[in-house]
């Protein structure tokens, strides 16, 4: 599913209404039937509606929902912002008509939504994306009282997306209102999957209002919702006549002393995630703990001790021989020749590689080695990480986490992963997605080395590398919606995204 900028839902309305001549009030009217349908769905028994409207055509969506919601025989307000003689175009047009429908309008007070609650319904017809500036006076107390409508126990049911919010970031610059359901209007605007914005939507509804079939061909890559549907399409088939080599080998670098976990972890991810075969490659001394947590696994130790350095190349890369895919970093002992180690690999390594951890951390001032990597690469940074590896701060990374991914995946010719609330998988082509599976349990110790397996374990099994990078981050994160259900956020363990990850295959029957 397409997710668009606010400029990329006017420039669609613009041609849709200049070049193929649908009339604008066509438009609205759409826009409006669906606000006034989520609105009446919204209702309680003996519930009344108000709407609450600013200027520009998200108020013309609130007048046009009004009118429409009148003719249904609700009980329905329209409390205004803006007069409605300083309302232009379609607004002002849904404005008159609602007042020959006999709408009252009723000027805004701070006080005027104190009567509403459990039952009752509030539409915000406020900004939409006509956001500029952070909400001031009046827009501010609007937003201020449609929110404790929604405390005590109204719905709020936002037009387009929550007033206050960035169509385009997902941050607030200011107040912003939290609705229990949003009617986005065309397709899926950035910001209502970006959080703090996604968490602000509450339900989303994608409401079709007239664009021609191909409307969205025309746009430039960009960014798309990952689907389960999708997703399972990208999944290769396990024929009965298979074995074990049929599914891969990966090599997962991973592991030192008090670190062991992360190298199990990810050595099992593979092999959950698919992967016939896994062979740990780790210092000796760590082999037997990793063992004994995961004992369907292989070991390959190297030689000496401490950090990984470039004496251990000759031994990696003859481990890499016969791979399908290989993760670097979880876990590994990073010291002074780490970084140049990595840089060999990626340079002569016979498969795909993924690199995560402290393999990020060995090359942040060598990014330029991923541009000679001989095969496809895939990185998994956290957002400090891609801040290290993009040299800047983590709080930039944050704040414009789809375009600091998508400059960085085109820049090296990788594809990111960029972990967090909303993953961006961000291919060298410039299309980007965002999982819509995960939550804040899964923010806890090794989580990271699981997903890495299960990315290396779909490239062994042939995926392409957006392909088994969007796949992994989906199966991932819908592993840990399935286990906090058990769990809960507080008691999730990255062991427990195995046996998740386990049961979405069972129910996909892979």
Not at 97 to 116: M, N, Q, Y
Not at 147 to 166: E, M, T, Y
Not at 282 to 296: C, G
Request: hydrophobic letters at 45%; proline letters at 5%; aromatic letters at 2%.
């Amino acid at each position: 599913m397409r997710i668009l900028t606010a400029e990329e839902t006017r420039a669609i309305d613009r041609a849709t209404i200049e070049e193929l001549g649908v009339p604008g009030p066509i438009l609205m009217e759409h826009a409006a039937s669906a606000v006034a349908d989520a609105a009446a769905a919204s209702l309680g028994a003996g519930g009344r509606i108000c709407i609450v409207a600013g200027a520009g055509n998200n108020a013309g969506d609130g007048y046009a929902a009004a009118r429409l919601l009148l003719s249904k025989g609700c009980e329905v307000r329209l409390v205004a912002l803006v007069e409605a003689g300083k309302l232009r175009g379609d607004a002002a047009t849904n404005a008159t008509l609602w007042s020959r429908f006999g709408g009252g309008i009723e000027p805004f007070a701070p006080t005027c939504l104190d009567g509403l609650g459990p039952g009752d319904v509030v539409v915000d017809a406020l900004l939409g994306t006509g956001l500029s500036r952070p909400p001031e006076g009046s827009f501010a107390a609007a937003i201020d009282a449609m929110n404790g409508a929604g405390v005590r126990g109204a719905a709020v049911v936002a037009v387009d997306l929550p007033s206050g919010l960035s169509a385009d970031t997902g941050r607030c610059p200011g107040p912003s209102v939290r609705a229990s359901r949003t009617v986005t209007l065309g397709a899926l605007k950035r910001g209502l999957v970006l959080y703090p914005g996604a968490e602000l939507a509450g339900e989303v509804e994608v409401a079709a209002i007239g664009w021609p079939p191909n409307a969205l061909d025309a746009l430039e890559p960009g960014l798309r919702l990952l689907r389960e549907e999708t997703i399972r399409g990208l999944l290769p088939e396990r024929g009965a006549d298979t074995h074990k080599g049929s599914f891969g080998h990966c090599l997962i670098v991973a592991g030192s002393e008090g670190k062991s976990g992360a190298a199990a972890l990810a050595s099992r991810g593979a092999l959950v995630g698919g992967a016939g075969l896994a062979t740990v490659a780790t210092r000796a001394e760590v082999i037997p703990p990793i063992l004994a947590h995961a004992m369907e696994v292989m070991a390959m130790a190297l030689s000496g001790q401490g950090p990984l350095s470039l004496a251990d190349a000759p031994a990696l890369l003859e481990g890499l021989e016969g791979k399908h895919a290989a993760l670097l970093g979880p876990g590994i002992p990073r010291g002074s020749e780490t970084g140049a180690l990595i840089a060999r690999l990626l340079a002569e390594a016979g498969c795909p590689l993924v690199l995560d951890a402290d393999a990020l951390n060995a090359i942040a001032d060598q990014t330029s080695c991923l541009d000679a990597a001989a095969r496809a690469v895939v990185i998994t940074p956290h957002p400090g990480e891609m801040g290290r590896l993009a040299g800047i701060s983590t709080s930039e990374v944050q704040a414009d986490r789809i375009g600091v991914a998508k400059r960085f995946a085109a820049a090296h010719r990788c594809v990111v992963i960029l972990k967090g609330a909303g993953t961006v998988v961000a291919d060298p082509d410039g299309e980007a997605a965002i999982c819509p599976t995960g939550n804040a349990g899964m923010a806890t110790a090794g989580a990271g080395d699981v997903l890495g397996g299960v990315v290396a374990a779909l490239l062994a099994q042939g995926l392409p590398a957006p392909a088994a990078a969007r796949a992994a981050v989906y199966v991932h994160g819908l592993a840990g919606d399935r286990e906090i259900l058990r769990r809960g956020r507080a008691g999730l363990v990255a062991s427990d995204l195995l046996r998740g990850i386990g049961e979405v295959w069972a129910s996909w029957d892979r």
